[in-house]
């Protein structure tokens, strides 16, 4: 959270006003360079008093849109000029922060048909004093950790989630999967506070299926506005690390937060409601369609803006082409545009892509948890000499040494060419090493004398 310094902010500052004003060239005719020229004298001055300069509401709109045309992993960059930017550039405090970001959800949302909006709060001018949205997006789900180390809810939320918890926010008493967390706001780098969002605010799709009315038992559903709210948008050389933004979803990002392994791995669920056949090779290939498909017949049905993945990826041609003719080119992360299935039936899986960075642009930055120290309580603390702690550790690594080697042994043994058998063999070990002192061994290597003496063994 270091500004950049006046040297840096300059050559920065002088190519973004370039692009600015011939952009205007039009609007401006002859004038634009000369007004071109009074604009750098006054943003240099400017530098040169308080290391930084402001932008205009004018700047700031087309920063944000360039920079979202710059962007290599969004396939919907085809809309980019339709980006309304909402200036919060005067808030102060984290109450001013939350009401504009409620503000955001309702005009983002619009009742379902989805504006692209993006909300810019101040930009960094002192080391430490940033304004940032500590939630990844503006509505999330809640990720409860379990002591058996499941998780209710979102599992990408559960870091986050925890942070809400030791900041004094109290989860639901029933909780569910799909539990709307707070926001977590902080201004100028002071203390994070967190605020509930009105729940006549978010807009929820239950998730359907035409075909299965069972799926309706799943009882899934997700929020309809993607507003991505961590990155920090660079324009001109001034940061603004709190600019949460939202267009609309396509399909596949909804299918992969209920599908994938790491998130809510609802796959072999839904198989079982479609009566699918877990054993085959298939089924979960077969499961995502279907879920996928669920997702935008819903959406659909309810009136809340969405877009297929096969829609998506041809209007991201017709920008890739427009581009070309325009720029030259167009920035294109590859391994982001390609759908997450279905990939070689959209043209972009056989469009070759260049990867190179162009400024303005949103860029990543660190969870500001990590960097940021919390306050602790300031109830002393009991001291103990070095000597009772060691003692102290010491019976107690006694003690649990005592209590694993009272743990029954066991080993599984596995002979494997694919690598499955191994795979089982590290699930079983999972099953069992809370309660058997277990060890996994391949057969080639395993030393058959020591069979006698196996007290549990398990082959796979």
Same mark, same amino acid.
């Given at each position: 959270?270091?500004?950049?310094?006046?040297?840096?902010?300059?050559?920065?500052?002088?190519?973004?006003?370039?692009?600015?004003?011939?952009?205007?060239?039009?609007?401006?005719?002859?004038?634009?360079?000369?007004?071109?020229?009074?604009?750098?004298?006054?943003?240099?001055?400017?530098?040169?008093?308080?290391?930084?300069?402001?932008?205009?509401?004018?700047?700031?709109?087309?920063?944000?849109?360039?920079?979202?045309?710059?962007?290599?992993?969004?396939?919907?960059?085809? +809309?980019?000029?339709?980006?309304?930017?909402?200036?919060?550039?005067?808030?102060?405090?984290?109450?001013?922060?939350?009401?504009?970001?409620?503000?955001?959800?309702?005009? #983002?949302?619009?009742? #379902?048909?989805?504006?692209? %909006?993006?909300?810019?709060?101040?930009?960094?001018?002192?080391?430490?004093?940033?304004?940032?949205?500590?939630?990844?997006?503006?509505?999330?789900?809640?990720?409860?950790?379990?002591?058996?180390?499941?998780?209710?809810?979102? !599992?990408?939320?559960?870091?986050? %989630?925890? +942070?809400?918890?030791?900041? #004094?926010? %109290?989860?639901?008493?029933?909780?569910?999967?799909?539990?709307?967390?707070?926001?977590?706001?902080?201004?100028?780098?002071?203390?994070?506070?967190?605020?509930?969002?009105?729940?006549?605010?978010?807009?929820?799709?239950?998730?359907?299926?035409?075909?299965?009315?069972?799926?309706?038992?799943?009882?899934?559903?997700?929020?309809?506005?993607?507003?991505?709210?961590?990155?920090?948008?660079?324009?001109?050389?001034?940061?603004? !690390?709190?600019?949460?933004?939202?267009?609309?979803?396509?399909?596949?990002?909804? #299918?992969?937060?209920?599908?994938?392994?790491?998130r809510y791995n609802l796959l072999k669920p839904i198989a079982l409601k479609l009566g699918l056949n877990i054993n085959s090779k298939f089924w979960k290939d077969k499961a995502l369609i279907e879920l996928n498909f669920a997702i935008i017949?819903?959406?659909?049905?309810?009136?809340?803006?969405?877009?297929?993945?096969?829609?998506?990826?041809?209007?991201?041609? %017709?920008?890739?082409?427009?581009?070309?003719?325009?720029?030259?080119?167009? *920035?294109?992360?590859?391994?982001? +545009?390609?759908? *997450?299935?279905?990939?070689?039936?959209?043209?972009?899986?056989?469009?070759?892509?260049?990867?190179?960075?162009?400024?303005?642009?949103?860029?990543?930055?660190?969870?500001?948890?990590?960097?940021?120290?919390?306050?602790?309580?300031?109830? !002393?603390?009991?001291?103990?000499?070095f000597k009772t702690v060691a003692e102290m550790v010491r019976q107690t690594a006694e003690m649990f040494h005592h209590v694993y080697q009272k743990r029954v042994k066991a080993t599984i043994l596995y002979a494997t060419e694919t690598g499955?058998?191994?795979?089982?063999?590290?699930?079983?070990?999972?099953?069992?090493?809370?309660?058997?002192?277990?060890?996994?061994?391949?057969?080639?290597?395993?030393?058959?004398?020591?069979?006698?003496?196996?007290?549990?063994?398990?082959?796979?």
């Amino acid at each position: 959270a270091q500004p950049r310094t006046s040297e840096e902010v300059w050559p920065l500052a002088k190519d973004f006003i370039r692009q600015y004003y011939e952009s205007k060239t039009t609007a401006l005719g002859e004038r634009w360079e000369e007004a071109m020229k009074a604009r750098l004298a006054a943003i240099k001055r400017e530098i040169e008093v308080k290391g930084h300069y402001e932008l205009t509401y004018e700047e700031l709109v087309f920063g944000a849109r360039t920079a979202w045309r710059n962007a290599p992993r969004c396939v919907n960059r085809i +809309i980019w000029r339709q980006l309304e930017v909402l200036d919060a550039r005067n808030v102060t405090t984290t109450l001013e922060m939350f009401d504009a970001l409620c503000h955001h959800i309702k005009y #983002g949302t619009n009742g #379902g048909n989805m504006r692209s %909006t993006i909300t810019v709060f101040q930009h960094r001018t002192r080391p430490n004093a940033d304004y940032r949205v500590w939630n990844s997006q503006l509505i999330r789900y809640a990720g409860y950790r379990h002591e058996d180390g499941s998780i209710l809810g979102d !599992p990408a939320n559960a870091d986050f %989630t925890e +942070i809400c918890t030791k900041l #004094g926010w %109290t989860s639901p008493t029933c909780k569910t999967q799909f539990d709307i967390l707070p926001l977590v706001l902080q201004a100028a780098g002071g203390e994070p506070q967190w605020y509930e969002i009105p729940m006549e605010l978010v807009l929820e799709v239950p998730i359907s299926h035409p075909d299965y009315p069972d799926f309706d038992d799943l009882n899934l559903k997700w929020y309809a506005l993607p507003a991505v709210s961590s990155l920090c948008l660079d324009i001109g050389g001034i940061e603004f !690390p709190a600019i949460p933004f939202n267009g609309w979803y396509m399909g596949t990002e909804i #299918g992969r937060n209920l599908g994938d392994c790491n998130r809510y791995n609802l796959l072999k669920p839904i198989a079982l409601k479609l009566g699918l056949n877990i054993n085959s090779k298939f089924w979960k290939d077969k499961a995502l369609i279907e879920l996928n498909f669920a997702i935008i017949h819903s959406y659909q049905k309810c009136n809340v803006s969405i877009v297929d993945h096969h829609s998506a990826t041809e209007s991201f041609m %017709t920008h890739l082409k427009n581009e070309t003719l325009t720029r030259g080119g167009c *920035p294109a992360d590859w391994v982001w +545009i390609v759908p *997450p299935f279905s990939g070689s039936l959209c043209p972009v899986f056989h469009q070759e892509m260049l990867l190179y960075h162009l400024s303005p642009s949103y860029e990543y930055q660190d969870d500001p948890w990590k960097h940021h120290t919390f306050r602790t309580s300031s109830k !002393p603390h009991k001291c103990h000499k070095f000597k009772t702690v060691a003692e102290m550790v010491r019976q107690t690594a006694e003690m649990f040494h005592h209590v694993y080697q009272k743990r029954v042994k066991a080993t599984i043994l596995y002979a494997t060419e694919t690598g499955h058998s191994r795979n089982y063999a590290d699930i079983v070990k999972q099953f069992f090493e809370r309660n058997f002192a277990i060890q996994v061994h391949c057969m080639e290597s395993y030393n058959r004398a020591s069979l006698e003496h196996e007290q549990l063994l398990i082959v796979v």
